[in-house]
């Protein structure tokens, strides 16, 4: 199966695609210029005005597949950038409509979990992501070379949670996490690791059924009526 992967859901965005659990290519999105990154085996790129169907193009091409080829699309949920997982979203669906792919999404916490791993962070790790209100999500996971589990509901926090975490000496990691705790991790979720996960998962679903992560009830205050000043 070809998989295309959206992972939208943190400041460092990016595409990658997969085909026979092979990662054929990556676009990382972090700044102005795009440059090949060897090391990592991705098309690095600094400029956060690229656009997202030119990454999209971008990696079809350095994998010499047509958009026709893609038979699955794998979408981080978040919990992260609301504005950014709904883009990659927007773009799963309308994907569908067209071609008639098959949808899958997958917690960007687990995404984190397994960049973890892949990074031989071991032992009982926290993901730890802003939720915005001086708040976070946190997920907690057991990691070994064999594999990662969930250990916890994921679920939104205190900074003094975080903190008291931090001082008992335990892991933590996130895209963003260095900005309150100075001794965690900087782990970003990775659209080639979301394809590496997706090969494994089959929970397709039709586009309206695809929502993000997002723990908190939508609250809407109506604005009052205003008054005509029409003579």
Not at 23 to 52: H, N, Y
Not at 159 to 167: D, K, L, N, T
Not at 217 to 227: S, Y
């Amino acid at each position: 199966m070809t998989i295309l992967a959206l992972e939208f859901s943190s400041p460092q965005r990016s595409v990658a695609v997969a085909c026979a659990g092979r990662v054929l290519g990556e676009v990382i999105e972090t700044g102005a210029r795009a440059r090949p990154d060897q090391k990592a085996g991705a098309l690095t790129r600094q400029s956060g005005a690229t656009e997202a169907f030119s990454m999209i193009e971008t990696v079809l091409r350095e994998a010499k597949l047509e958009r026709e080829q893609i038979e699955i699309l794998a979408v981080g949920l978040g919990p992260g950038s609301y504005t950014g997982v709904r883009a990659a979203l927007s773009m799963a669906q309308g994907w569908q409509l067209a071609r008639g792919a098959k949808l899958l999404g997958v917690s960007s916490g687990d995404c984190l979990a397994a960049q973890a791993q892949a990074e031989r962070i071991f032992g009982r790790v926290n993901a730890v992501v802003d939720a915005q209100r001086n708040e976070f999500y946190l997920a907690a996971y057991e990691i070994s070379e064999q594999g990662w589990n969930a250990i916890g509901p994921l679920r939104i926090v205190t900074m003094e949670e975080i903190q008291s975490r931090a001082e008992a000496r335990e892991i933590l990691i996130g895209p963003e996490v260095t900005r309150w705790v100075p001794g965690g991790r900087t782990i970003f979720p990775r659209a080639a690791t979301l394809a590496r996960l997706a090969v494994e998962r089959n929970g397709f679903v039709a586009g309206e059924k695809l929502e993000p992560i997002y723990l908190r009830e939508a609250n809407f205050v109506k604005a009052p009526v205003r008054k005509s000043t029409a003579l």
